[in-house]
């Protein structure tokens, strides 16, 4: 069931960037471990970036240094803004919440328990 709405996604040249942003009515995101995975058609979903309560960011490695997540508690609103974007880095990307803590592995799938029905990012060469 979906819980949240992502929306900014795009297509963009290498080296370009873009910011995603996931609201929702649905519930208050400050209680929530909250981030974004990705999929790219065929493979399994991955973890991206994920941010709990207390504010503690966590990254795949891929992505260190070029993508920042964060959140405005006051708006309920995540964000993923994403620089230096690359090829690989086309994929859809999902907003994903968990009440709570977050759990351990943090890129687990299982940990979240409500998903968007995510946004298209697409990085041209």
């Known amino acids: 069931q979906v819980q949240q709405l992502e929306s900014g996604g795009g297509s963009v040249q290498a080296g370009g960037s873009l910011r995603l942003t996931c609201t929702t009515p649905?519930?208050?995101?400050?209680?929530?471990?909250m981030g974004w995975f990705r999929q790219v058609t065929g493979k399994e979903r991955e973890g991206v970036a994920i941010?709990?309560?207390?504010?503690?960011?966590s990254y795949t490695d891929s992505v260190k240094g070029r993508f920042t997540i964060s959140k405005d508690n006051a708006k309920n609103a995540l964000y993923l803004q994403m620089n230096s974007l690359i090829p690989e880095d086309t994929a859809m990307y999902y907003c994903?919440?968990?009440?709570?803590?977050?759990?351990?592995?943090?890129?687990?799938?299982?940990?979240?328990?409500?998903w968007g029905q995510g946004t298209q990012v697409t990085v041209s060469s």
């Open positions: 994903v919440a968990r009440g709570g803590a977050c759990g351990r592995p943090i890129f687990s799938r299982s940990q979240y328990e409500f």
């Open positions: 941010i709990g309560r207390d504010g503690r960011t």
């Open positions: 649905r519930y208050t995101f400050s209680e929530y471990c």
